[in-house]
T-cell receptor, first 115, second 111 residues
Framework: KAGVTQTPRYLIKTRGQQVTLSCSPI?????VSWYQQTPGQGLQFLFE???????NKGNFPGRFSGRQFSNSRSEMNVSTLELGDSALYLC??????????????FGQGTRLTVV | AQSVSQHNHHVILSEAASLELGCNYS??????LFWYVQYPGQHLQLLLK??????LVKGIKGFEAEFIKSKFSFNLRKPSVQWSDTAEYFC?????????FGTGTRLKVLA
């Protein structure tokens, strides 16, 4: 079956702009979580959605937001982009609730560069 | 606070050398531990996981990890690495509706 699909793969934006990233989970998976990956910082948790409800949020400013649709697809939005937002943004899907003894399946990520 | 520490940021080995990557965690609840690998240009994929039972778990591609509760550790091992093991390795513990990752270890295997 198809894996986790993230679009676009690459983005270049200017400071101050906003951006929307998309994630389609594995068919049948209802939980989607987002992570920011930067060199030396590893993966930092952004937020998690299950059945359209945000159940957990990481320590990121309010400029970072997300949502999940009824078909489990998810989007994350970053407004007023800053240079420090340049990173690889990863989406993961899980068959059951994220966390616990559930494996997460990751997409290839969206590489965002802010200039 | 919940956290995962990976002490080796960069490791360089020759083929056939043995590998051990350290991982220590801090988590107050039931511990579920994972090792993920990210090959160049590819997505993160699961190497192995520990939920309960035998503390020595075996994963794909000859990797194994040992959960030592008293040391809060979950070190990854492989007896003989190959050039194709060149990748970044992440240790993670699952929390409430999230995973907590370490900062990763970049492994380079020289042919």
């Amino acid at each position: 079956k198809a894996g986790v699909t993230q679009t676009p793969r690459y983005l270049i934006k200017t400071r101050g702009q906003q951006v929307t990233l998309s994630c389609s989970p594995i068919s049948g998976h209802r939980s989607v979580s987002w992570y920011q990956q930067t060199p030396g910082q590893g993966l930092q948790f952004l937020f998690e959605y299950f059945s359209e409800t945000q159940r957990n949020k990481g320590n990121f400013p309010g400029r970072f937001s997300g949502r999940q649709f009824s078909n489990s697809r998810s989007e994350m939005n970053v407004s007023t982009l800053e240079l420090g937002d340049s990173a690889l943004y990863l989406c993961a899907s899980s068959g059951r609730a994220t966390g616990g003894n559930t494996e997460a399946f990751f997409g290839q990520g969206t590489r965002l560069t802010v200039v | 606070a919940q956290s995962v520490s990976q002490h080796n940021h960069h490791v360089i080995l020759s083929e056939a050398a043995s590998l051990e990557l350290g991982c220590n965690y801090s988590y107050g609840g039931t511990v579920n531990l994972f090792w993920y690998v990210q090959y160049p240009g590819q997505h993160l994929q699961l190497l192995l996981k520990y939920f309960s039972g035998d503390p020595l778990v075996k994963g794909i591609k000859g990797f194994e990890a040992e959960f030592i509760k008293s040391k809060f550790s979950f070190n990854l091992r492989k007896p003989s690495v190959q050039w194709s093991d060149t990748a970044e390795y992440f240790c993670a513990v699952s929390g409430t509706y999230k995973y907590i990752f370490g900062t990763g270890t970049r492994l380079k295997v020289l042919a």
